[in-house]
């Protein structure tokens, strides 16, 4: 084969479904250190205690996450969450204390 006849190749994504990481972490995690630190530095910006608090917490919450997400699937902390505020039993029999039957209303003729 001549050198203009040659397969054009590029590298792809092994898998599309991948969702997109900054640093190792999801998107919701990287919103919830960003609200972490403004928080923080809104309380504590004018003081002295400005490093430790902004920047420390951020820097521990974001270990945290690190090392409690490791090998877990995406959005593994949403569902956890969830999970833990979900009732413990659950019935497949009872009855629903929320359903009420439609009311008709009733037309004068």
């Known amino acids: 084969?001549?050198?203009?006849?040659?397969?054009?190749?590029?590298?792809?994504?092994?898998?599309?479904?991948?969702?997109?990481?900054?640093?190792?972490?999801e998107l919701s995690d990287v919103l919830l250190l960003l609200l972490n630190l403004s928080i923080q530095n809104l309380a504590?910006?004018?003081?002295?205690?400005?490093?430790?608090?902004?920047?420390?917490?951020?820097?521990?919450?974001?270990?945290?996450?690190?090392?409690?997400?490791?090998?877990?699937?995406?959005?593994?902390?949403?569902h956890y969450f969830e999970h833990l505020l979900s009732p413990i039993v659950r019935s497949a029999n009872a009855s629903d204390e929320s359903y009420r039957p439609l009311q008709k209303e009733h037309s004068s003729e």
């Open 44 to 78: 504590f910006g004018g003081t002295a205690m400005k490093i430790p608090m902004v920047f420390g917490t951020s820097l521990v919450l974001g270990l945290m996450l690190f090392f409690f997400k490791r090998g877990k699937p995406d959005n593994y902390i949403q």
């Open 1 to 25: 084969m001549s050198d203009s006849q040659e397969l054009l190749t590029s590298s792809v994504p092994r898998t599309l479904e991948t969702k997109s990481k900054i640093m190792g972490f």
